[in-house]
């Protein structure tokens, strides 16, 4: 893990399960719909694994949220 960036994959696994849950999806419905696994969508949520370019981009379209909301910084 980039413990440079530890902070930043916080912000971004707390955005992910944010629109995660606003959806009502559980995280194996979320990682059926976007082509990984549960366990991944896991430890991204809580910041155990920097997440791919890819794999943000297709929970985005799973989501259907734009991008940028799961890069947000609140």
């Known amino acids: ?3 440079k960036h530890y902070k930043f994959f ?4 707390l955005n992910l399960m944010r629109y995660r849950k606003e959806q009502g999806l559980t995280q194996e419905q979320l990682a ?6 549960r366990n991944q ?3 991204v949520e809580t ?3 920097a ?3 890819a794999l943000l ?3 985005a379209e799973a989501l259907n ?3 940028e909301k799961l890069l947000e910084i609140r």
């Open 32 to 37: 059926n719909m976007s082509g990984y696994s």
């Open 57 to 59: 981009l297709d929970i």
């Open 41 to 43: 969508i896991q430890r």
């Open 47 to 49: 910041a155990n694994s």
């Open 65 to 67: 949220v734009p991008l």
């Open 1 to 3: 893990m980039d413990t």
């Open 10 to 13: 916080i912000q971004v696994g």
């Open 51 to 53: 997440p791919s370019l």
